[in-house]
Structures are given as structure tokens and as C-alpha cells.
């Protein structure tokens, strides 16, 4: 995880207090790491360590089978449902059926459910009473980017984390680091270009930083070029043309940067 020192943090210290929740609610812009932090809080409940007899821990080990099938995204008891697409009271029904029952291999049974929100009223109320008084083998984690229009009755059974943007100088390190191992050469300009464009989601900024490499992006001017950002040069030459008391010149800019 980049850029949320403060949720790991917290997570860190709830494993080493086993005071883990039941039931989180992480919300966020797109990009910043929530169903991710989903997964690895799933591998944190379950992981076994390489000898198979460890117990819950922050720093899952990713060669146990728990690990690995959870990696995989094929464990059987950790479950994740994408709610745009199953909105409805039966979808939340199967779930609430299924938490009565054990894990089958795994310590925890842990349901992801991504873009909450989408859950339809009814839906949310049938899910109530389960997140009040869950079995103590199930937990439950919730992602969204639309927190507002996640009921206070929900929101009040959950712990909640704000994932933030991440900041430009850590997604530019990020992105250095991802061009190295690509074999990519960008400079420190581009990388700060893209960082700047990604507005704080890992996502974007990668999406970005493909397009960068598979162009043969490397140069600030290239970049830009490919984002099509006004170039900063452009905005001194309007700046002086204003100051100048030339608005022929200023129109001409205007319009190079409009185009």
C-alpha cells in the first residue's frame, strides 16, 4: 500500500491487539487502493504461514495456501461480489445463507463486496441484522466510492477508512520504479506530468504511464504531447502578451492552447 500510512497503521496495530473488526467500510476516489486493501486484509485473517501453524498477522506470508488460492482470487471462503451488477435483496440473501455456514479451509470467511452503494434499499436492510450480530467467523468488507449514498444504519455497524489521493511525489516514485522494471527510460519531468495527471489514483497513472511506454513517450514535451496539456511555456508567452498590451498575440495563444 502507498500513500495510507495512517490506515496501515491501523490495521497494523488492530492485528497486533487482535482487535480486528468484523465488518470495514473503505472509501476512496477510484485508484487508491481499496478492493486491493480488501484482499490483503482477507490474506491477513487467513494466512497460515509457511509452516502452516501461524495465526492472523499484518505481514501475510503469500506462499501459504491460503495465501496463494486468495492471490489467485479461487478461495472458496472468501467471497467477493461486484454490487453494480447484483443489486438486488436475493444476491444479499445468498450471502446472508452462507455466513451461517464454517469455512470450509480457511480460519475466516471474509465476503468483498465492491461498490456498495449500488445495493438497493431493500438490500441493504436484509444485510442489517447479519452486520449487527455476524458470526464470529465471518467478516465483512465493503468498497465504495459513493459514501453518501451508503445508509447511516450501515455505516454505523462498520469501521470506516478514508483511503486518500496519493500525493504527486509518491506516484512519480511509484512510476519510476514500474518504467525500471518495464526497461522504459522517462524523465523526471514525465513522470511528474503523469503523477500530476492521475489526480491521485494508482490507476489512472498507470493507464497513463502504458500509453507513455508503448508510444515511446520519454521527454516532458512528448508527454505532454500525449496528454494534451497546454504546454508551460505557452502560458509565460500569454502572460507576457497580456502584460505587453498586445491582444492580437494573446488571441493567437489562446487559441494554440484551446486547439
Known sequence: MIGQDSLVRILRRAF???????????????????TTTARIIARALNCVGPDGKGGPTADPCGVCPNCTAILADRHPDVLEMDAASRTGVDDVREIIEATRFRPMQARMKVFIIDEVHMLSRNAFNALLKTLEEPPPQVTFIFATTELRKVPVTVLSRCQRFDLRRVPQSLLAGHFHNIAVKEGATLSEDALALIARAADGSVRDGLSLLDQAIAQGASDADAVADMLGLADRGLVFDLLDALMAGKPADALDLTDQAYA
Open 16 to 34: 497486533e491487539l487482535k482487535r480486528v473488526a468484523h465488518a470495514f467500510m473503505l472509501t476512496g476516489v477510484r485508484g487508491v487502493g481499496k
